[in-house]
């Protein structure tokens, strides 16, 4: 059935052939509408935050079920009988504890038979208290939601319930006053509050204080397996406790969470058999987890900024002493609100309504945005049904939209990524498909219409055009498709500039920029990008830049504690080198013997197993004669688990020989070679007279382009903010931006001459061998001597600019690129650093830090021979990995911005290395020796 809302189509469920059915159906399910309506007014289930409701028939098998769910990420299903009514609701729980746990066919059976029949559910003009408390009292987290007889929404308590605290904070936090939020309290109990804010602290003294342990014993059951138990032991163990969840212990420590989500999506959409699949296959390793005394509030923030529904409570022992969900957690915030102690029964309630009243009333997080992105719409939609022109593109309307791209595996790559200009969204494309990209048979990048036509994106025009055209039609976002074909799609707009994306030497030019830059894309926001292609600059090193023009604005005030830090601090210049794909034992490990023996090196008893699934297999040890071109062992996610984790479910680092006699035979010996001082001298060097970081990991454990992203984002999923707009936003200086590369034969030897050298300099090496060009990036198997030499005209250009005495240059290496090294990677407490996961089938958390990566930091303000090992904070458990970075720029340049990422905000910084000197030192070699 569809109906007509607003001039929009809807394709929604029908519950009832008649309005009046449809308020007889709610009578009976939900019970009469009754209560005050003086403080809330007219404010309906339409002012929360509604989910669109996904419906399929009872008829439909649980299997196809199950992958609507997972297509559409949700956790739970509306059911329709045959004349399209309403009559079941299928959850995540449900599939576990009733399908898995009952061992029920999922390809025969009907979702109708393990279904919640007859779910309650309300109108559209249903008031918002009414229908939250409701919820509250039944103790259930979804709502459907209908009008004009159809299901047009579903509510999520928990999202609700987050939004209100969110608003109300915030309204805190800026020092409004509350009064007015209060003044129908007030009017309702007849009397007056002491202070303008009682409201809040009311509910600072009912919801925001209480902990955990004031409703552990409401919660007390609890499901604990082992890693090596199947998921059909965890789930009927689920099952007989009639909860959603178990946790992974090993030796009563929790190592892991397995959810009735992790079983839908990872087990039956998977195909994976859950009477042989391991838990440890499956569950989410090292889980957050919170004390029995963390507020609730704080607990409720926990799970959404990370975006799970469970979490381990833990007493200082690190034991497990219950889980608390979603639901629970919400409920029992919603309860300490509604406490009647103290209070009459009348006033308890008020003060319920009060809270989600005053909470609607303020503005949410993202409302301005919101009002002015509808407005725009709105203006742009008038303009076109009246005849009037809109401008091109649309005024006002913001500068980011959605896009997605199918691989050749048919996994679906959704993004969010700026629409000024085609080059943006290339590199985007790169980034998620670009091992699918046939270099040699380069594509023509298309979208889909809505009269499914193939368009062809070929200038900044083209896409403007485009992105016009989506929004003034609704929709959400773009799908696009890469052709190979010879013949041209039709192509929309009329646009002729911009660059042609299907040329191969454009092409060329945009892997160079994903190669080169993948971090400043995404990080910096900076486009490596060569708008003269063919030109041999192509493949020299660039440096990118980021330039002051103007005083910051008078508005912007400093706290004069900060501009004292700041005037004290020596460093106004950092410059990064990001060389490839080498660990610290490779290039940096046989130092500890000859330099010095501070640092965490090898001795050459270090060894590595040809199989660690057998017993005495043959090892192979680590020596001293690594060779300048080696072959390109592996680095992908998989490898990079087998060579940290071995056959262990902890790192062991036992795994290098293993996972490379997988890929070759010859790579084996290769993995466990090292280099001997002598053969890289330059580092030599600079490990002797500056400082070495014996305790640096990479962000993530696996290859390049993610690493590279968190060295300037903190994150590799490119969704949120960055140094540059931290930069911009910084009380130093206002920044102006440089949109390309700068040559880095000319203009970085040249500014640093003349002492013009930007706060910040991003220096990328050559990628690609041409000849008489040759690449010095230090990736195999390319000549680690050419890597030498750059460092080598680095830190000389450096050494003779009028800046030295304020600068600070930091070498480090992406990731470690298959190479041993020994010491264990960081595998527990390391945060998720924005809630987003990896894709099937592993679904990587971005908890665990990769493997050891050399980074050495040179300045005059660095003591001769300093190791750094850990960081003093900002937790006990931080560590220096690429994060590292942004962090200590944020600490350095004192900029007031938020963190990044969580991880970032978690992650140690650095500027102690160059802040125990009272002067520079003028001791500094001048000219290294050659490579």
């Known amino acids: 059935m569809t109906t007509n809302h607003g001039g929009s189509s809807r394709r929604s469920t029908s519950l009832t052939r008649t309005s009046s059915q449809a308020h007889k159906k709610t009578s009976e399910n939900t019970g009469p509408i009754s209560g005050p309506r003086g403080l809330t007014g007219e404010r309906t289930v339409k002012r929360l935050r509604l989910s669109k409701a996904l419906t399929v028939p009872e008829t439909t098998t649980i299997y196809e079920a199950c992958c609507r769910m997972a297509a559409r990420r949700v956790d739970a299903l509306l059911l329709t009988d045959s004349n399209a009514l309403l009559c079941g609701i299928l959850t995540d729980k449900?599939?576990?504890?009733?399908?898995?746990?009952?061992?029920?066919?999922?390809?025969?059976?009907?979702?109708?038979?393990?279904?919640?029949?007859?779910?309650?559910?309300?109108?559209?003009?249903?008031?918002?208290?009414?229908?939250?408390?409701?919820?509250?009292?039944?103790?259930?987290?979804?709502?459907?939601?209908?009008?004009?007889?159809?299901?047009?929404?579903?509510?999520?308590?928990?999202?609700?319930?987050?939004?209100?605290?969110?608003?109300?904070?915030?309204?805190?936090?800026?020092?409004?006053?509350?009064?007015?939020?209060?003044?129908?309290?007030?009017?309702?109990?007849?009397?007056?509050?002491?202070?303008?804010?009682?409201?809040?602290?009311?509910?600072?003294?009912?919801?925001?204080?209480?902990?955990?342990?004031?409703?552990?014993?409401?919660?007390?059951?609890?499901?604990?397996?082992?890693?090596?138990?199947?998921?059909?032991?965890?789930?009927?163990?689920?099952?007989?406790?009639?909860?959603?969840?178990?946790?992974?212990?090993?030796?009563?420590?929790?190592?892991?969470?397995?959810t009735s989500k992790d079983i839908l999506m990872r087990i039956i959409v998977q195909n994976l058999p859950p009477e042989s699949t391991l838990v440890e296959k499956i569950m989410t390793p090292n889980p957050a987890c919170v004390t029995i005394d963390t507020p609730i509030v704080d607990a409720l923030h926990t799970m959404h900024e990370g975006k799970f529904l469970h979490l381990p409570v833990v007493d200082r022992d690190r034991i497990v002493v219950a889980v608390v969900d979603v639901l629970h957690i919400t409920h029992a915030a919603l309860a300490t609100v509604g406490s009647t102690a103290g209070v009459n029964n009348e006033a308890g309630s008020t003060l319920m309504q009060k809270f989600w009243d005053s909470a609607m009333e303020l503005t949410p997080l993202d409302d301005e945005e919101e009002t002015r992105s509808n407005g725009s719409l709105k203006r742009a939609s008038e303009g076109a049904e009246t005849g009037r022109s809109v401008p091109h593109p649309s005024s006002g309307l913001p500068n980011i939209f959605a896009f997605k791209i199918q691989d050749t595996s048919g996994r679906m790559h959704r993004f969010n990524c700026d629409v000024q200009n085609l080059t943006d969204l290339v590199t985007a494309i790169l980034q998620r498909v670009g091992d699918d990209i046939d270099r040699n048979n380069l594509p023509q990048i298309l979208y889909e219409d809505e009269d499914h036509d193939k368009v062809v994106l070929a200038s900044d025009s083209d896409l403007a055009a485009a992105v016009d055209h989506a929004r003034l039609a609704d929709w959400k976002g773009l799908r696009l498709h890469l052709d190979y074909s010879e013949t041209r799609g039709r192509r929309r707009g009329s646009g002729t500039g911009g660059l042609d994306y299907a040329s191969a030497d454009a092409w060329a030019s945009a892997y160079s920029a994903v190669a080169a830059g993948a971090a400043l894309v995404a990080g910096l926001g900076m486009l490596a990008y060569l708008r003269r292609a063919g030109e041999p600059e192509l493949s020299f090193s660039f440096y990118i830049c980021i330039l002051y023009s103007a005083p910051v604005k008078p508005t912007h005030s400093v706290n004069a504690t900060d501009q004292q830090q700041q005037q004290q601090q020596p460093i106004k210049t950092i410059v990064v080198l990001v060389l490839e794909n080498r660990s610290f034992d490779h290039m940096i490990g046989w130092m500890k013997n000859s330099i010095n023996p501070s640092?965490?090196?090898?001795?050459?008893?270090?060894?590595?197993?040809?199989?660690?699934?057998?017993?005495?297999?043959?090892?192979?040890?680590?020596?001293?004669?690594?060779?300048?071109?080696?072959?390109?062992?592996?680095?992908?996610?998989?490898?990079?688990?087998?060579?940290?984790?071995?056959?262990?479910?902890?790192?062991?680092?036992?795994?290098?020989?293993?996972?490379?006699?997988?890929?070759?035979?010859?790579?084996?010996?290769?993995?466990?070679?090292?280099?001997?001082?002598?053969?890289?001298?330059?580092?030599?060097?600079?490990?002797?007279?500056?400082?070495?970081?014996?305790?640096?990991?990479?962000?993530?454990?696996?290859?390049?382009?993610?690493?590279?992203?968190?060295?300037?984002?903190?994150?590799?999923?490119g969704s949120t903010s960055h140094v540059k707009k931290q930069l911009a936003t910084g009380n130093l200086r206002k920044l102006k931006y440089i949109f390309n590369f700068h040559h880095y034969g000319l203009k970085f030897k040249r500014d640093a001459r003349n002492g013009k050298l930007p706060n910040l300099t991003v220096i990328e090496p050559k990628y690609f061998d041409i000849t008489g060009m040759p690449a010095n990036d230090d990736h195999p198997s390319h000549d680690v001597a050419n890597g030498q030499k750059l460092v080598k005209e680095v830190y000389e250009t450096l050494r003779s600019s009028p800046q030295w005495n304020e600068t600070l240059l930091v070498i480090t290496y992406d990731e470690h690129g298959g190479f041993y090294d020994h010491v264990q990677t960081p595998y527990e407490n390391v945060p998720n650093p924005d809630g987003n996961t990896g894709p099937a089938p592993n679904f990587f958390k971005f908890d665990r830090l990769g493997v050891r990566?050399?980074?050495?930091?040179?300045?005059?303000?660095?003591?001769?021979?300093?190791?750094?090992?850990?960081?003093?904070?900002?937790?006990?458990?931080?560590?220096?990995?690429?994060s590292s970075i942004p962090a200590t720029i944020k600490k350095m340049f004192n900029l007031t911005s938020n963190f990044l990422t969580h991880r970032d905000a978690w992650a140690g910084t650095f500027e102690q290395v160059v802040g125990e000197l009272t002067s520079p030192r003028t001791d500094c070699p001048g000219i290294h020796p050659c490579c």
């Open 94 to 258: 449900d599939i576990a504890t009733r399908v898995v746990a009952c061992e029920v066919n999922l390809e025969d059976t009907p979702v109708s038979k393990v279904m919640t029949r007859n779910p309650i559910f309300v109108l559209s003009e249903t008031l918002a208290v009414e229908a939250l408390q409701k919820m509250v009292q039944g103790k259930f987290r979804h709502l459907p939601i209908v009008e004009n007889g159809e299901v047009i929404a579903l509510l999520d308590i928990a999202k609700c319930l987050y939004d209100a605290i969110a608003r109300m904070e915030r309204a805190v936090e800026k020092g409004k006053a509350i009064a007015d939020a209060v003044e129908g309290v007030e009017k309702h109990w007849g009397t007056s509050f002491s202070g303008p804010n009682t409201f809040i602290e009311t509910l600072r003294e009912r919801m925001f204080r209480p902990s955990l342990s004031t409703i552990i014993s409401e919660i007390s059951k609890i499901v604990t397996v082992s890693p090596m138990d199947t998921v059909l032991m965890a789930s009927k163990k689920m099952l007989e406790c009639q909860i959603s969840c178990a946790v992974v212990t090993v030796e009563n420590k929790p190592r892991g969470i397995l």
């Open 599 to 717: 640092i965490n090196g090898v001795t050459g008893n270090e060894c590595n197993p040809v199989s660690t699934k057998t017993q005495n297999p043959q090892s192979i040890c680590f020596t001293n004669d690594a060779d300048f071109v080696d072959l390109d062992p592996g680095h992908s996610f998989e490898d990079v688990e087998q060579q940290v984790f071995g056959s262990s479910i902890i790192p062991s680092m036992t795994g290098f020989v293993e996972q490379a006699v997988s890929m070759s035979q010859n790579l084996s010996e290769t993995v466990m070679k090292g280099f001997r001082p002598e053969n890289v001298p330059v580092f030599a060097t600079l490990v002797r007279e500056f400082a070495v970081f014996d305790r640096w990991f990479s962000s993530i454990p696996g290859p390049t382009q993610p690493n590279r992203l968190f060295l300037y984002s903190a994150t590799s999923h």
């Open 853 to 882: 990566v050399p980074t050495i930091m040179v300045s005059p303000w660095i003591k001769k021979g300093t190791v750094i090992s850990r960081p003093k904070g900002p937790t006990p458990n931080s560590e220096y990995e690429h």
